[in-house]
């Protein structure tokens, strides 16, 4: 057994990484399926979408051809309605809420039609939106991710001059190091930032982290207000006996090393356990597959019912080839030479509710081993609690509480996304965004 890379051909890797969701093949295809929408007028569609977006009516301007209507009212709503198309969980989302499935029919293909007309505008560069004339106002916003994005491109939208101080060579957060790579590609995230910042107004200064390059007190002397959308922080750990052996590594690292990389240099062992079942843990097990990972087993403390993942995630690593071992937790990583061996996990039974409301694992006291040489670590992330605690930020635990109007304890300083909800899905980032924008605006006397 042994971590390698280059396990398979340029060829295969490639066919394993392309997209998992392949668009209309013709235009036909999206005007078929957007005929098949009835427009309800209550839309529960729309509802069940964290940013509102007129699903019927764009839905309707494709069926009459007018894709460049339909693209503007996807992006008035959500301005990375195109990322969203492709990564959002609609199935607990829109198409979940489609009543088709009501009367047990395949519901709306929502993301498949609104990734068309968004994929249009994004390729072709449309300019949809024409900012106002600049008014003197400046907001500096961290983090160019989904949040800090669609903060600064509502505000560039009224004329205020935006700042970005993204600490990655690359903006996108999530999206472009966050996501399994088969679900969006870097060129898309890459033309998608690009997209949004057309608009004018939003200078991205790369490379540049809060607490190291800049403070949120020299911000607050040189702008009208701050945004902070720095993301939820880093990978949770074990704290078992042997969690350092070579080896072990975290799932955020290990799918920012694949989305910073080719894929041919990405190391992968033989026999991988990921812990956990949570979105991050199936991208980390089924890019395993993809990488050439002879066996993959996902290890979860619960049972299938409690498990996090959606039902087509779960359905994408049983694809793969994943395995799943329940009601188990890792209790320590054993190995020989310094590298992983096997992972000695303690059987679980489930005992009452705890505060998610799902039943609390309870340790049996037995246990088992399992023969691995890897083990990539996807049981959650915690806040930047250092990071945080380092300004005199009201926060718990390292999550930044907000106002309602988003803006935290410090003066003319708001704040959203996976820093102050602890980690949600991309389009509640970009709501949270636009909600940071409208509470700045207000502040900054550019509405009521
Ligand atoms: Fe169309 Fe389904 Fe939304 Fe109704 S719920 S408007 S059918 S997408």
Redesign the pocket.
């Known amino acids: 057994m042994a971590i390698q890379s280059n396990r398979l051909s340029k060829e295969k890797l490639l066919e394993n990484f392309s997209d998992v969701h392949p668009p209309f093949e013709h235009a036909e295809g999206a005007v078929i399926e957007s005929n098949?929408?009835?427009?309800?007028f209550d839309?529960?569609?729309?509802k069940s979408c964290p940013t509102s977006i007129d699903?019927?009516l764009f839905?309707k301007q494709i069926a009459s051809g007018n894709i460049k209507g339909s693209a503007k009212t996807i992006f008035s709503s959500n301005i990375m309605g195109g990322g969203c198309s492709k990564v959002c969980p609609v199935e607990k989302l829109?198409?979940g809420?489609?009543?088709?499935n009501l009367l047990e029919e395949e519901?709306?293909h929502?993301a498949k039609l609104q990734r068309y007309s968004t994929e249009k505008a994004i390729e072709n560069k449309w300019k949809l939106f024409t900012r106002k004339p600049s008014n003197g106002k400046k907001v500096a916003v961290i983090g160019a991710g989904p949040a800090g994005l669609a903060c600064a491109h509502a505000l560039s939208l009224e004329g205020v001059d935006v700042t970005i101080f993204e600490k990655e060579a690359k903006g996108g957060g999530l999206m472009t190091y966050g996501v399994a790579a088969y679900k969006v590609s870097p060129e898309f995230c890459e033309a998608e930032v690009n997209y949004i910042t057309s608009i004018g107004g939003i200078d991205i200064q790369y490379n540049k982290a809060l607490g190291k390059d800049i403070t949120i007190a020299e911000l607050q002397k040189k702008y009208d207000a701050v945004f902070l959308g720095i993301g939820v922080g880093v990978a949770r750990e074990l704290a078992i006996p042997g969690e350092n052996l070579e080896g072990v590594v975290d799932a955020i690292s290990f799918i920012y090393d694949l989305r910073t990389n080719d894929y041919s240099k990405i190391a992968v062992g033989d026999k991988v356990a990921v812990i956990g079942m949570g979105m991050t843990a199936i991208d980390a097990a089924t890019q395993s597959k993809r990488l050439g990972a002879k066996e993959v087993t996902m290890i979860y403390r619960r049972t299938e019912n409690e498990k996090p993942c959606t039902e087509v995630e779960y359905d994408l690593a049983k694809l793969d080839g994943c395995s799943f071992i329940w009601l188990a937790a890792p209790k320590e990583v054993l190995g020989e030479n310094g590298k992983v061996k096997q992972l000695v996990c303690s059987k679980m039974t489930l005992g009452e509710p705890d505060a998610s409301g799902r039943r609390a694992p309870v340790d049996t006291g037995e246990t088992f081993a399992v023969d691995v040489d890897m083990v990539i670590k996807a049981a959650g992330q915690i806040p930047f609690e250092e990071l945080v605690a380092k300004s005199s930020i009201q926060n718990k635990s390292g999550k930044i509480s907000i106002s309602p109007k988003a803006e935290t304890n410090m003066k003319g300083v708001f704040a959203g996304g996976d820093c102050v909800n602890g980690g949600k899905e991309v389009v509640d980032a970009v709501q949270a965004g636009k909600d940071g924008a409208k509470g700045i605006l207000q502040y900054i006397g550019l509405s009521k």
């Open positions: 098949r929408c009835i427009n309800c839309a529960p569609c729309t699903i019927p839905i829109c198409e809420a489609c009543v088709y519901p709306i929502i």
